[in-house]
C-alpha cells in the first residue's frame, strides 16, 4: 500500500509537468492551429532564465587572498559578488539563495517577449502553410534555440538548488496515518505539484472568466465569425502565444532545483508532451491537464522494481502503449472535439 | 622504467601475418585508400604527420569533449617543442624529443563523435580517408569506443581511446589495434569495495539503479562482485532508460526496498540527475536497518561533478585520475594545462595527453609509424611520470594497469574546481586481473595495405 501511494505521489509530480507543458503547447494549438516542436525549447529557456538570473546576482569582482593559494599554487582569486557589497553578506546569501523563486518575476517578461517575438518574426508567416512545414520551421527553431543556449551556457547540467527552506523531504505518510519514514516526498517536488496547479487554475480562470479570454474562446469556436465582429482576434492570439510561452517557461524555471538546466532538456520533453496533447485531444485544454496526469502516473507505476520483472522494458514504452489504446479506443483522445484536425 | 619489446624481427613476422590476413579478410574501405602507401596505410609523406582527434563536440558530452581537445592540443604543442614540454619533461621514456614525431611535425584533424557510434565511425573515416590521420584518439562514451576500435582495426590504422570504462573495451571487444590508458569498470569496482568496507561496513544491503547500456551492466557486475565477496548483499539491481531525465519514479521505492545504500551505475547526465533524486529523496539522511544510509557513484568525473553541485559532498566514487596529485608526472601537466587555459584538466583531459604522448613515444621508440610496429612498442611497455604511478601497457589485452583512485566528494571546497578529495591511491596490484576473464580475442595488428 505504502508503495502504492508513493508512485501515485510521484506520478502526480511527474505528470504536473507534462500538465504544463502540453497546456502551452494546446493553447498554441488551440488558437492558432500551429503545431509548435518549439515548445520544448521555451520550457528549456524558462529554466536558463533561473541560471541567467543566478549569474546576474552572483556577478562578481575579484579580491586577492593571499592566504590561500589556487590550483596552480598562486594567490587564490576569491570572487565577491557585487550584491554582496551592496546589501551585506547575509542579505545576499538570502537573496541568492531564494534565486529560483525569484526567477518566476524574471522570467514572466522574458518569455512574455520571446513568445511575442516568436510568433511575430517567424510562426505568423506559417498560418496558412501546412502542418508538416509548421513542424519542420519549429522544430527547426528548436534546435536553434537549443544551440544558441549551449554556446553561452555548454553542454554540461548547472546546478540550480531549491532555497534552503524547501530542501529536504517530508514525511508524507503519517499525515496518511502511516508509520513515520514510510512515506517521504520531496518539499520541493510538492511545490512544484502546488505551482503547477495554481498555473493550470490560473489558465483555466483566466479563459473563463476574463473578457478577453472569452474572446479568445470565441476565436477558437469560430475564428471568421469573431473577425466579422470587428475584433482583431490575430492580436489575442498573438497575446495567446505569448502566454503559452509564460507558461512553459514558469514550467522551466519551477522544474530546475528538480534536474540541473542542460541546453537538451526541452527536447527531452517535446515528445512525450506531444504524446499528452495527442491522447488528451488536440485543442482541448482540460483533456492535455488530464492527460498529462494519467500518464504521469501510468509510467510511475510502471517503473516500479516489481512491474520491470514482470514485463522488462515496459517502463520505457508505457506512454506510447497507453497512447495506442487510448487512441484505438478513442480515436479524438479522451476529451477531443470533433473536427479538429480531421480536415 | 622504459622498455621497447620492438624488433626487426617482430614487425616482419607481424606484418607478414597480417598481410595474409588482409588478404583473407573481406575490406570495409574501398581499395584507392591504398594509394602512395609505404607498407601501410597512411604512411606520411612529406615532413608532417597527422593525427585524428575524435571527440563529442555536440551532444551532451560537448564540454568534456572540448576538454580533450584542449589537452590534444597541448600535447601536439609539446610534441613539436613548443611551451614547456609538460609530460615531456617526467616521462620516464626519454624517447621523445620536442622535434615533431620521427622528425616530422604534428598536424591534426578534429572530427565531431556527437557521442554516437555511427557518427563517430563516420567522422573516424573521414579523417582517416580524406585527411590521411596515422592515428584516431578520443571520446566519452564505451559505445564510441568499441565502434571507432572495431572501424580502426579494419582499417589498419591505431586507436587510442579517449575516455572509456566498459570492460568491454579491452575484453570481449579488444582489438590489436587498439589501446586503453583509461582504467574499466573492474578496477572501479576492486579498488572502491576495500574503502567501502571500512567505511559502511561489511554488513551492508545494496540497492542498484544502472543505466541500461553496455557499460552500466560492466559496471554494475564489477561493484556488485567486489561488494559482495566481502559480504554485501545486492537487494534490487534495476535498470534505467539511458534517456531518462527525472529519476524520482526509480529512486522513490529505494527506502522500502529494505536497502541500506544505493549505487548509481550512471555516468555524465544520467548521474547528475540520478543523484539530484535521490538527494532530494532524503536518501543521504535517511536511516536504514539501523544505520546512516549511504549512496555510491562507481565512476565519478570533476566536469560531470559539478552540474550535481553540493549534491556529492561525502560521497564515494572512482576515477582516473585528478589534478591535485601531487606526483611530478601531475604537477607539470597541471602546470602547463592550467597556465594555458586558466583551469585544471579532467580527467578526460589528462588521459588523451598521456595517450597522444605514448602514441609518439611507442612510434619513436618503434623507429615506423606502421600500425604493427607501434603496436609492438606498446605492449608490454612499462613507463612512469604520467600522473598514475608505474604502468604497465598489457600486452595481453592492450589495457593500461595502474593505480586507481577512490576518492569522495569535497565538504568543504575552496574553489569550483575543488569538488572531490582522493581518499586513496589503489595500488596497480590490487585492480589487475586475468585477461582471460573478460573473454574476447585481439587478433592480428592490420596496418592497412
Redesign the interface.
Known amino acids: 500500500m505504502e508503495a502504492i501511494v508513493l508512485q501515485l505521489l510521484s506520478g502526480l509530480d511527474g505528470g504536473s509537468a507534462y500538465a504544463l507543458i502540453a497546456l502551452g503547447l494546446t493553447l498554441i494549438f488551440g488558437t492558432l492551429g500551429v503545431v509548435n516542436f518549439a515548445h520544448g525549447a521555451l520550457f528549456m529557456i524558462g529554466a536558463f532564465c533561473t541560471v541567467t538570473l543566478q549569474r546576474i546576482l552572483t556577478l562578481s569582482h575579484t579580491v586577492i587572498d593571499d592566504t590561500q593559494k589556487d590550483f596552480l599554487g598562486n594567490p587564490l582569486k576569491v570572487q565577491v559578488p557585487y550584491i554582496q557589497d551592496w546589501v551585506g553578506e547575509s542579505a545576499a546569501a538570502s537573496i541568492i539563495d531564494w534565486s529560483v523563486p525569484l526567477a518566476i518575476l524574471f522570467a514572466i517578461p522574458v518569455m512574455l517577449l520571446i513568445g511575442i517575438i516568436m510568433e511575430r518574426g517567424l510562426i505568423k508567416h506559417f498560418y496558412k502553410r501546412p502542418h508538416a512545414d509548421q513542424i519542420l520551421v519549429t522544430f527547426g527553431l528548436a534546435i536553434v534555440l537549443q544551440e544558441i543556449i549551449k554556446y553561452f551556457f555548454g553542454a554540461n547540467p548547472i546546478p540550480a538548488p531549491a532555497p534552503d527552506a524547501f530542501k529536504g523531504s517530508f514525511d508524507f505518510g503519517v499525515l496518511l496515518g502511516f508509520d513515520p519514514n514510510v512515506i517521504i516526498y520531496p518539499y520541493w517536488r510538492l511545490v512544484y505539484f502546488a505551482f503547477a496547479a495554481i498555473i493550470i487554475a490560473g489558465v483555466f480562470a483566466f479563459l473563463q472568466f476574463t473578457t478577453f479570454g472569452m474572446v479568445v474562446r470565441a476565436g477558437m469556436a469560430d475564428r471568421e465569425t469573431v473577425g466579422l465582429l470587428g475584433i482583431d482576434i490575430d492580436k489575442r492570439f498573438t497575446m495567446m502565444f505569448g502566454l503559452a510561452a509564460v507558461v512553459a517557461g514558469l514550467a522551466g524555471v519551477m522544474y530546475t532545483p528538480i534536474n540541473s538546466p542542460n541546453y537538451h532538456m526541452g527536447m527531452d520533453f517535446l515528445v512525450i508532451s506531444f504524446v499528452v496533447v495527442v491522447v488528451g485531444g488536440m485543442g482541448s485544454l482540460p483533456g492535455a491537464v488530464l492527460a498529462g496526469f494519467v500518464l504521469g502516473i501510468l509510467q510511475s507505476f510502471a517503473s516500479m522494481r516489481e512491474v520491470i520483472e514482470f514485463l522488462p522494458g515496459i517502463n520505457q514504452v508505457v506512454i506510447y502503449l497507453a497512447a495506442i489504446v487510448i487512441l484505438l479506443t478513442r480515436p479524438r483522445g479522451l476529451l477531443g472535439k470533433r473536427g479538429v484536425m480531421e480536415d | 622504467m622504459s622498455k621497447s619489446n620492438f624488433t626487426r624481427r617482430g614487425l616482419l613476422k607481424t606484418s607478414a601475418v597480417a598481410g595474409g590476413a588482409a588478404l583473407a579478410a573481406p575490406r570495409f574501405f574501398s581499395p584507392s585508400w591504398a594509394d602512395g602507401h609505404a607498407g601501410y596505410l597512411n604512411a606520411p609523406q612529406g615532413d608532417t604527420v597527422t593525427l585524428g582527434f575524435n571527440v563529442p563536440q555536440?551532444?551532451?558530452?560537448?564540454?568534456e569533449g572540448a576538454d580533450e581537445l584542449r589537452a590534444y592540443e597541448l600535447a601536439v604543442e609539446h610534441l613539436n617543442g613548443g611551451g614547456d614540454g609538460g609530460m615531456m619533461n617526467t616521462f620516464s621514456s626519454k624517447a621523445l624529443t620536442g622535434n615533431g614525431i620521427l622528425g616530422k611535425k604534428v598536424e591534426y584533424v578534429t572530427g565531431d563523435t556527437q557521442t554516437k557510434p555511427d557518427a563517430a565511425r563516420a567522422s573516424a573515416k573521414s579523417m582517416i580517408e580524406k585527411d590521411g590521420a596515422i592515428m584516431i584518439t578520443g571520446g566519452s562514451s564505451s559505445g564510441v569506443a568499441v565502434a571507432v576500435q572495431a572501424l580502426c582495426q579494419e582499417a589498419g590504422i591505431i586507436f587510442m581511446a579517449g575516455l572509456t570504462h566498459s570492460n568491454d573495451t579491452t575484453g570481449k571487444d579488444k582489438k590489436a589495434n587498439g589501446f586503453r590508458h583509461f582504467f574499466n569498470s573492474y578496477m572501479s569496482g576492486a579498488a572502491l569495495a576495500p574503502i567501502l568496507g571500512n567505511a559502511y561496513g561489511t554488513n551492508r544491503k545494496a540497492y542498484h539503479l544502472t543505466a541500461d547500456y553496455n557499460w552500466g551492466y560492466t559496471t554494475e557486475e564489477a561493484v556488485r562482485t567486489s561488494t559482495e565477496a566481502m559480504g554485501w548483499e545486492t537487494v534490487?539491481a534495476?535498470?534505467t532508460?539511458l534517456?531518462q531525465?527525472?529519476f524520482?519514479?526509480?529512486v522513490?521505492?529505494v527506502?522500502?526496498?529494505g536497502a541500506d545504500v544505493l549505487v548509481l551505475n550512471h555516468y555524465g547526465?544520467n548521474m547528475?540527475?540520478s543523484l539530484?533524486?535521490a538527494v532530494?529523496?532524503?536518501l543521504r539522511?535517511?536511516?536504514a536497518n539501523g544505520q546512516d544510509f549511504q549512496i555510491v557513484v562507481p565512476l565519478y568525473s570533476r566536469?560531470?561533478a559539478?552540474?550535481?553541485?553540493?549534491?556529492v559532498k561525502g560521497i564515494f566514487g572512482s576515477t582516473n585520475w585528478h589534478?591535485?596529485l601531487t606526483d611530478e608526472g601531475s604537477k607539470a601537466f597541471?602546470?602547463s594545462f592550467?597556465?594555458k587555459y586558466g583551469?585544471?584538466p579532467s580527467q578526460a583531459a589528462h588521459t588523451c595527453y598521456v595517450q597522444t604522448l605514448l602514441y609518439a613515444d611507442a612510434a619513436e621508440r618503434a623507429g615506423t609509424f606502421n600500425p604493427c610496429g607501434i603496436g609492438e612498442a606498446l605492449e608490454g611497455f612499462e613507463f612512469d611520470g604520467m600522473g598514475n604511478g608505474p604502468t604497465l601497457y598489457r600486452a595481453e589485452d592492450h589495457q593500461c594497469f595502474k593505480d586507481v583512485l577512490v576518492v569522495k566528494g569535497k565538504e568543504n571546497p575552496?574553489?569550483e574546481?575543488?569538488l572531490l578529495e582522493i581518499v586513496e591511491v589503489t595500488p596497480a596490484a590490487q585492480v589487475t586481473y586475468d585477461a582471460s576473464i573478460f573473454g574476447g580475442e585481439l587478433g592480428t595488428c592490420n596496418p592497412g595495405a
Do not use: C, H, I, R
Open positions: 555536440s551532444g551532451p558530452y560537448a564540454d534490487a534495476v535498470k532508460p534517456a531525465t527525472d524520482k519514479d526509480y522513490a521505492p527506502l522500502q526496498s547526465g547528475v540527475n539530484t533524486s532530494q529523496f532524503g539522511e535517511a536511516q566536469l560531470m559539478k552540474g550535481a553541485g553540493e549534491n589534478w591535485s597541471v602546470k592550467g597556465e583551469f585544471p575552496s574553489s574546481f575543488d
